[in-house]
């Protein structure tokens, strides 16, 4: 291994994950696994936080699992409308990363026939870095949509006067961020999770994940409308995939029945 002897006792020590109902549920006791650290959305200790994370994942992207990256990538989630723009932009930026490292660690690892041990490991950070991919993606769409527009903020657009928002210049613009993240979030599902799961499907609360996030990007018609083919195509997927592979044809037909029936942008699209 390339890893260092620090690196092998972070990703050796990792306890099991049961991916909770509710993204509060790793702060009220209501799972096994709680966060160790509860920032404020206001302060500087979370920025700084968030830029070591962000080391620490270019590093080793199973870091993103353990409490030192996790934590404040959890608090931005769990308090994501107040916390500042810049704290967004560098939790989406080390969520994204995160994931993207660790499935490619996971591509690797199954070509390379990696022992049972690593396996595992690698399947307990995939559920908490899948569980913070998904929920940033429902809480950007949730502020997107309060907003009232396609992105979260007005990086990269104009204001009547001509002028940007001094406030919002470091926040990041989900419209460019979206189809990023989807793909993403994809790339996870397409890989062979049965035997990453040692010859088991993974999870419903796993798959839920995937699917959830594409229902959030569905339900917000600005997002939608005007979309390109291949996000449309992702969204399709994350939904439908695991209905094919994983047995979940009533989950999937039920998220579908419900979306054409409450949302009228969507029978088009679907």
Request: net charge negative; with cysteine.
């Amino acid at each position: 291994s390339n890893r260092t002897p620090a690196v092998e006792a972070l990703v050796g020590t990792m306890a099991t994950f049961t991916i909770p109902m509710r993204l509060a549920d790793l702060i009220d006791g209501e799972s096994d696994w709680q966060v160790e650290t509860q920032y404020t959305a206001d302060g500087n200790e979370l920025l700084d936080a968030l830029s070591d994370a962000v080391s620490l994942v270019e590093d080793e992207p199973l870091a993103l699992a353990e409490h030192a990256s996790f934590d404040p990538a959890y608090a931005v989630l769990l308090h994501f409308s107040s916390t500042g723009p810049t704290e967004r932009a560098r939790a989406a930026e080390l969520v994204l990363a995160g994931l993207a490292g660790l499935t490619r660690a996971c591509k690797r690892a199954l070509s390379a026939l990696a022992s049972d041990a690593e396996v595992a490991r690698l399947r307990e950070a995939l559920k908490k870095v899948v569980f913070l991919q998904s929920h940033l993606i429902e809480e950007a769409e949730k502020l997107a949509a309060a907003n009232g527009a396609v992105a979260v903020a007005v990086k990269g657009r104009k204001s009547g006067a001509g002028k940007k928002s001094a406030a919002n210049t470091d926040e990041p613009d989900w419209a460019e961020l979206r189809e990023t993240a989807i793909a993403r979030l994809l790339e996870c599902l397409e890989l062979d999770l049965c035997a990453i799961w040692g010859r088991r499907d993974p999870e419903e609360a796993l798959l839920h994940l995937f699917s959830a996030a594409a229902v959030a990007v569905l339900e917000h018609a600005a997002a939608i409308k005007g979309s390109a083919a291949s996000l449309r195509e992702a969204l399709w997927r994350l939904i439908s995939l695991p209905a094919v592979r994983y047995g979940q044809e009533i989950c999937a037909a039920g998220s579908i029945v419900s979306l054409v029936v409450t949302h009228e942008h969507l029978p088009v699209v679907l």
